[in-house]
C-alpha cells in the first residue's frame, strides 16, 4: 500500500495497481480521531462503502507483532545454542577424561607440553570440520527449504544466503571447540603422568 498526494498519483501508477481516492489527517491522538470519524459517519447516516484505517495504529501492531516474534526467536535461538555448548562441552571433556592413559603414556616417553598442545589442537580442527561439513549442507537446505515454505504462503520476499550468520556460526563452532578442549587438555596437565597410568589400571 502506498499512501501519496494526489498530485503525485503518475509517480506511483504502476501497470495493474489498484488507485483508490481518499482522505488523510494528520492527528496528535489518532485513536480518538478516528472514533469521533466513526462517530460522525454513524450520525450521518452514510451507508457508502468506506474504509477507515488509523494508520499509526496500523504500525503500532505491525511493531509490536515483530517484537514478539524477535523476543521468542533470540530466546529459541540463544537457548539451542546453550544446549548445542553444553553438548560439546560435555562430549569433549569426556572424550579427553576416557583418553587419560593414552594422553599420560605419551608424555611420559618424550611428548613436551607443546607438542601435547599442538596435538589437542589437531584434535580439536579435525573436529570442527568434521561437525560443519554435515551442518553447513544441512544448515543451506533448511534455509532454502524455509524460503519455499514463506514464498508459498503468499510472502514476496526474495532468497539471500546468510553469508554473514554462517560465518558467525563456523567462529562459533571453533571457538566452542576449543575453548573446550583447552579446558580439558589444562585439567589433564595437572595430573601426574604416574597417577593418570596408576587410576587407569587400578
Avoid: H
Wanted: aromatic share 10%.
Amino acid at each position: 500500500m502506498v499512501i501519496a498526494p494526489y498530485q503525485r498519483r503518475a509517480q506511483f501508477s504502476p501497470t495493474g495497481a489498484d488507485q483508490t481516492m481518499g482522505l488523510t489527517f494528520l492527528s496528535d491522538n489518532p485513536g480518538r480521531s478516528a472514533t469521533e470519524m466513526k462517530t460522525i459517519i454513524d450520525q450521518e447516516g452514510i451507508t457508502a462503502n468506506y474504509d477507515l484505517y488509523n494508520v499509526r495504529e496500523i504500525f503500532e501492531q505491525n511493531r509490536n507483532i515483530i517484537f514478539v516474534v524477535n523476543l521468542f526467536s533470540s530466546v529459541f535461538v540463544v537457548m539451542i545454542a546453550l544446549i548445542a555448548i553444553a553438548n560439546v562441552f560435555n562430549t569433549i571433556s569426556t572424550n579427553i577424561k576416557l583418553r587419560r592413559r593414552e594422553l599420560a603414556m605419551l608424555r611420559s616417553i618424550g611428548m613436551g607440553d607443546r607438542d601435547f598442545t599442538k596435538m589437542m589442537l589437531y584434535e580439536c580442527a579435525f573436529y570442527g570440520w568434521r561437525a560443519l561439513l554435515l551442518g553447513v549442507p544441512v544448515a543451506s537446505l533448511l534455509s532454502w527449504v524455509i524460503y519455499k515454505g514463506m514464498s508459498k504462503g503468499g510472502a514476496e520476499i526474495s532468497f539471500q544466503f546468510p553469508w554473514g550468520a554462517l560465518m558467525i556460526s563456523i567462529l562459533g563452532v571453533f571457538l566452542i571447540v576449543v575453548i573446550t578442549m583447552l579446558y580439558a587438555v589444562k585439567k589433564i596437565k595437572k595430573e601426574t603422568i604416574i597417577e593418570a597410568l596408576r587410576d587407569d589400571l587400578a
